[in-house]
């Protein structure tokens, strides 16, 4: 699942968003209002948006929702299963459940509020469509075979437009701040290679056993 001409790339850019996001959360620990880099984006509020374009910012944040996000990855690991990719399904369920995990265990140590005292960093919607969409975009460069440049492009760019839809969904509804955002993107960014090294490096180890057992 983690081809190895991206498995350098992949891993700087995990640090990197893993670094980030603590910085972000260290800066804003304990916080109940819009850091300054939140009020040059926008204040969240509840009503950023008008319908139409509020009635996209709901159906974006359903996909978040566990109806919606169950859905998502149903359809991804029967896509999977057809394709005969079972380490892609573990990785959509192990990938994108870890990328939430982690938002949720993060969310009371940072201590990070917004509207009536919900923990608000990192966002776990944010992580999830984000992760989501690494793991389709690692998909296709596996069978696409695509090099370097271009399997990391394309999963940098899935991981852009997913970030960056339902970031905007969850300022524009009030839910986090963009700084909350930017944490739950870096999130996705760091766990889900990390965990595609993981899935491939157990599934190795047990076509390695399974070997040696026939001999």
Request: include cysteine.
């Amino acid at each position: 699942m983690l081809p190895p001409s991206l498995r350098g790339w992949l891993g700087l850019i995990a640090a990197l968003a893993a670094l980030v996001g603590v910085v972000i959360g260290a800066l804003y620990a304990g916080h109940d209002e819009p850091g300054t880099v939140d009020r040059w984006i926008v204040p969240p509020t509840a009503d950023s948006v008008r319908p139409p374009w509020r009635n996209v910012a709901l159906a974006t944040d359903f996909l978040g929702e566990p109806a919606g996000a169950a859905t998502l990855v149903l359809v991804a690991v029967t896509g999977c299963l057809l394709l005969r990719r079972p380490r892609a399904a573990v990785l959509v369920v192990a990938g994108a459940g870890l990328a939430v995990v982690t938002t949720t265990l993060l969310k009371p140590v940072v201590g990070r509020t917004i509207h009536d005292g919900h923990l608000s960093y990192p966002s776990g919607h944010t992580a999830f469509l984000t992760a989501l969409a690494l793991v389709v975009a690692l998909l296709a460069t596996g069978r696409l075979g695509l090099g370097r440049t271009a399997g990391t492009s394309l999963v940098l760019a899935a991981a852009l437009v997913a970030g960056a839809a339902m970031g905007w969904a969850q300022v524009a509804l009030g839910a986090h701040y963009p700084t909350d955002v930017l944490g739950g993107w870096c999130t996705a960014l760091a766990v889900v290679p990390a965990t595609a090294w993981l899935v491939d490096r157990t599934a190795d180890a047990a076509v390695w056993q399974r070997r040696r057992q026939r001999r």
